[in-house]
């Protein structure tokens, strides 16, 4: 089993940063990619960032040049920086492996609320 814990989420004003932080632990498959899911209120869970398999990055358009993920291997831990917050930014985050091992199979965190006001 893989857990993942998430921490760095709160309440911030529109324009403001916030950094979130998401370690895992457990046992992780060693070829693995993290990254970054959120989800609104009566929407769909949606990818925010996530590396890939080679190592390069995806980013949702509506966050490109305002968040960046970032990665220490060694601790097992993905990063979100987020600046520029709009309101709209508002959800759950939440934190997500995608393990290759004998199969392929997700884990997700519990989520941190990252709620901006106008």
């Known amino acids: 089993q893989v857990q993942l814990v998430e921490s760095g989420g709160g309440l911030v004003q529109a324009g403001g940063s916030l950094r979130l932080s998401c370690a895992a632990s457990?046992?992780?498959?060693?070829?693995?990619?993290m990254g970054w899911y959120r989800q609104a209120p009566g929407k769909q869970r949606d990818l925010v960032a996530a590396f890939t398999i080679g190592g390069s990055t995806n980013y949702a358009d509506s966050v490109k040049g305002r968040f960046t993920i970032s990665r220490d291997n060694p601790k097992n831990t993905v990063y979100l920086q987020m600046n520029s917050l709009k309101p709209e930014d508002s959800a759950v985050y939440y934190c997500?492996?995608?393990?290759?091992?004998?199969?392929?199979?997700?884990?997700w965190g519990q989520g941190t609320q990252v709620t901006v006001s106008s």
């Open positions: 997500n492996l995608r393990s290759y091992g004998s199969y392929v199979r997700d884990y």
């Open positions: 457990g046992s992780i498959a060693s070829i693995n990619v």
